[in-house]
């Protein structure tokens, strides 16, 4: 039986490249892997198909920036306690359009500590979020949520294994520079291409020329189907070929890769955000870091980060070594805080324009 765990050390080393570092559409990603982790194609694909089959591996994807196919945001809930796992059901398993789906909680009582229920949600362009939000506000009996949508984006990788052993303050040699969200208009053709080339792989996909079935699913020769992916990926909304870990649950082993999430927040004085979040997003612990206006429920945050860990204690003095650096830096800081997260289910957010059209459809009919 091969080894399935992510910290066996072939596996260590295939997931370190495997987790984010294949970036944009490649015609043979498992090749690539092989390539940069050293260890030979084969091996690559059996120890993929086999910590996908243990769920060590939660999912294997060509993942889209979907932040510029279609609008979206980070979605505050403001849910009573007796209806908030109901709630949290509801999220992560009857509404395809959001995606990470998180309890948090503060430390303390907060501003925004009473917004437990966290969520991501998109809608295709020409769809209305707050619309969509009021729709499920009325489903699970939310009091209010608040839109957050992505002004600007530093950092957006998770690659967990590599992480762990950064020290705090680790950071790269400059600023990260912030990726503008422009959502980019797709034909019929794209959207075919995009609809098959996001689709998760099952293990027995995990093998040469991976695309081929998925260009005769679209109804296009392999050429035609990577030419049109490659093209899309120049427009930038092809994001990374990657392996989830099972991050937040533990493997059937009882081996957890992380343990702890904490959301970071940031105040900073208008019109320095960009500066800011290129100071933040430098730091290497990071997965994602965003500049959104949380408004006044949240003491008009504007600068939010993601990092995970094993020890709580640890990812306190990474926030701590980035709030040191900030202040260097000369950034003035009037509030942050840190939401840790606790119960959460994580999955891609639908998409599709056709999708949604169903949706509304179906709702309809249900009201009819």
């Not at 091996?43 to 060590?56: H, K, N, Q, S, W």
């Not at 040699?173 to 980019?184: E, F, K, N, S, Y």
């Not at 840790?340 to 949706?359: L, Q, T, V």
Request: hydrophobic share 40%.
């Amino acid at each position: 039986m091969l080894p399935v765990e992510h910290n066996d050390p072939i596996n260590a080393k295939i997931l370190a490249i495997s987790e984010d570092k294949i970036e944009g559409f490649v015609r043979e990603p498992f090749e690539e892997i092989a390539a940069r982790s050293g260890v030979p194609v084969a091996t690559v694909m059996e120890r993929i198909r086999a910590m996908l089959e243990a769920g060590t591996i939660r999912r294997v994807r060509q993942t889209l920036l979907a932040t510029n196919l279609a609008d979206g945001a980070l979605v505050a809930w403001k849910v009573g306690p007796e209806k908030i796992e109901a709630a949290f059901d509801y999220m992560s398993q009857c509404d395809p359009f959001s995606g990470h789906v998180v309890l948090r909680s503060t430390d303390s009582v907060t501003p925004g500590s009473e917004y437990k229920l966290w969520t991501t949600l998109k809608v295709p362009r020409g769809f209305s979020l707050q619309h969509h939000g009021e729709i499920l506000a009325k489903k699970v009996g939310a009091e209010h949520f608040r839109l957050m949508p992505a002004k600007g984006i530093f950092t957006l990788g998770v690659g967990h294994v590599r992480r762990k052993t950064i020290e705090p303050g680790s950071k790269a040699d400059g600023p990260a520079t912030m990726a503008a969200v422009h959502v980019a208009e797709l034909n019929d053709l794209e959207w075919k291409v995009l609809v098959a080339l996001k689709r998760e792989f099952e293990p027995a996909e995990i093998a040469p020329s991976p695309w081929r079935a998925r260009a005769a699913e679209a109804g296009l020769g392999l050429e035609e189907f990577c030419r049109i992916a490659e093209a899309l990926n120049s427009r930038k909304v092809i994001g990374r070929f990657s392996t989830f870990l099972e991050h937040v649950k533990p493997s059937a082993g009882g081996v957890r890769v992380t343990r702890f999430n904490g959301l970071f927040h940031w105040a900073v004085p208008a019109g320095r955000e960009v500066e800011t979040g290129g100071e933040v997003g430098r730091h290497h612990i990071l997965t994602h870091c965003y500049w959104r206006e949380a408004g006044p429920e949240f003491r008009n945050v504007n600068i939010m980060a993601v990092a995970h860990g094993t020890d709580k204690a640890r990812l306190l003095e990474h926030k701590a070594a980035i709030d040191a650096h900030l202040e260097a830096c000369g950034i003035p800081v009037s509030y942050t805080n840190v939401f840790w997260g606790g119960r959460s289910e994580i999955k891609p957010s639908e998409i599709s324009p056709d999708a949604y059209r169903a949706f509304l459809s179906e709702l309809e009919n249900r009201a009819a």
